[in-house]
């Protein structure tokens, strides 16, 4: 069972457990700040857990979540996985200087292969273009969006929508 720490260890904790680069290859290092209710850290296997009103911030990076497990190896930050009602997420677009805005049940990014999954009630706000169905795949660097529905059984159609900005003429 989780028991809230002494301000001391949680201190001790929360540096053991932070990543020491970036969340993004491209990005310099910047402090991450997490906060919680609750944190479980397995420093062996590279795991941390952070539970109730998870709020994880790098520079323009936002994350929000009920829970987050950030996994890390030789030191860097892998994988971040996250479950919330729902989980939100921002990121700066290096190639838009626009932040990109994602929210779903379940999120799963890859930071070593620069990708996000969501799934469950997913949305992709990338600009003014807006992606949406039960499961959506995002990859960052090559800026490419999958994206499928479900088969309905709320009384919904089960489809993706999507809308599309139509681009400006210089």
Known sequence: MYSKPSAGSLVLALLLALPLGPLCADEAPAPI??????????????RSLYQGQVVLQQGELRLEADTLQ???????????????????????????????????????????????????????????????????????EQRSVQASGHQPTDG???????ILQPESQP
Do not use: C
């Open 33 to 46: 700040s997490i906060e919680a209710d609750r944190l479980e850290i397995s420093q062996p296997d590279g």
């Open 70 to 140: 950030l996994q890390q190896q030789q030191g860097q930050l892998q994988r971040a996985i996250a479950d919330g009602t729902p989980v939100r997420l921002q990121l700066p677009d290096d190639q838009s200087a626009q932040l990109i805005r994602a929210q779903a049940l379940h999120m799963d990014y890859d930071i070593s292969n620069n990708s996000i999954e969501l799934k469950g009630e997913a949305v992709l706000w990338r600009g003014g273009d807006e992606f949406r169905g039960q499961l959506l795949r995002y990859n960052i």
């Open 156 to 162: 919904s159609d089960g489809r993706v929508r999507i």
